[in-house]
């Protein structure tokens, strides 16, 4: 295997990639059936929002590594805040402020819902999103709830039994609403992430598969089972898309796929976060006025392509990645005074 380097920075280009198709069709498809393009634009990705998927592939990868790597609960807690809040507030003031500046009919929200959306958990108390992309933000933190909990009670191989357990539950699922015209509690599905477990599980597969000191069999049945469910609950087509973004994900994890090596690649891969928290509304509602100003849509597009980039690449650098570095070192320096304080006594 190659070194650590190639390796993550491939895994976060395809992050920049699957932020890019997710705007794609936010921009094209998702605007158009909201508010409606004059003329079609020039490209439309109806299929990008699969870029989740692959997200979601590529968090069940890091987070088990995340794990393998941990050796205290709080050294993950602190990685995955330090990771994920001080971006997610800084978008979220800006979404607030320049959706209320520009003006988006039916997607402002009000002062409460801002602060209640500080928290990040406002899907799970019935508040609505500032964003609607920050709804998946909600099934990362269950994701890592889950697989923090599992792991604390029996390390890789109880988290490896949870989602056994969770595409178990999945099927039933399935086959009870196709076969018996029930539908299971909604509740269930979402706290156990039925929907979106199949993606994580064939992250961690891919994560197992990579290792050197991997027993080969174990994840790649993993693998197969979680298309397998794909396949089931969505189609073949979603099940054939599962097997090729488990092949892209495991040539970036090998390192095989140095075109994600190039510097646009990486740059995208770098804000890749803060420009899926920011593209959505600020975009939309910016769209509507370059639109209503007269500019072709595609036109209209590429503006606001360039201005949610540039917005992401400022919030990375100037938001983001200081506060990560603060966190993570204040952090740091507390662990080694209490190890200081715990020796000397």
């Given at each position: ?14 992050r920049g990639l699957a932020a890019l198709l997710v705007v794609g069709f936010h921009y ?279 201005v949610s980039l540039g917005l992401a690449h400022g919030l990375t650098r100037w938001v ?12 740091q320096q507390y662990r080694l005074r209490h190890a200081a304080v715990v020796s000397g006594?």
């Amino acid at each position: 295997m190659s070194s650590h380097g190639p390796r993550l920075a491939q895994l976060d280009a395809l992050r920049g990639l699957a932020a890019l198709l997710v705007v794609g069709f936010h921009y094209t498809t998702r605007f158009d059936q909201l508010y409606g393009h004059p003329t079609a634009p020039l490209v439309s990705l109806p299929w990008g929002h699969y870029g989740v998927n692959l997200f979601f592939m590529i968090s069940g990868f890091v987070i088990f590594m995340s794990l393998e790597r941990t050796r205290r609960p709080m050294d993950f807690l602190v990685s995955r805040f330090s990771r994920l809040y001080p971006a997610y507030w800084g978008a979220l003031l800006l979404t607030f402020a320049l959706t209320h500046l520009l003006g988006l009919p039916g997607k402002t929200v009000g002062w409460t819902t801002l602060l209640v959306n500080v928290t990040m958990l406002q899907e799970l108390v019935g508040v609505p999103h500032v964003d609607g992309v920050y709804w998946t933000l909600t099934v990362e933190l269950l994701f890592y709830a889950w697989a923090l909990l599992s792991w604390l009670q029996g390390g890789g191989q109880r988290l490896w039994q949870l989602l056994w357990l969770f595409l178990a539950v999945r099927v039933v699922y399935v086959l009870v609403a196709a076969f018996g015209s029930v539908d299971l509690p909604w509740l269930l599905q979402r706290w156990l992430l039925l929907p979106y477990i199949a993606w994580f599980a064939l992250g961690v597969a891919v994560y197992r598969l990579t290792q050197q000191d991997a027993v080969p069999a174990p994840p790649a049945r993993l693998a197969l089972a979680a298309v397998a469910v794909i396949a089931l609950a969505k189609g073949i087509g979603v099940g054939l898309l599962a097997v090729g973004c488990f092949v892209l994900l495991r040539g970036a994890a090998q390192g095989r796929w140095r075109w994600l090596e190039h510097p646009m690649w990486l740059w995208l891969g770098s804000i890749s976060y803060t420009l899926y928290l920011l593209h959505e509304n600020i975009g939309w509602a910016l769209l509507l006025r370059l639109e209503a100003l007269g500019l072709p849509p595609t036109v209209a597009i590429l503006v606001v392509l360039a201005v949610s980039l540039g917005l992401a690449h400022g919030l990375t650098r100037w938001v983001e990645q200081p506060a990560m570095r603060w966190i993570r070192s204040r952090y740091q320096q507390y662990r080694l005074r209490h190890a200081a304080v715990v020796s000397g006594g």
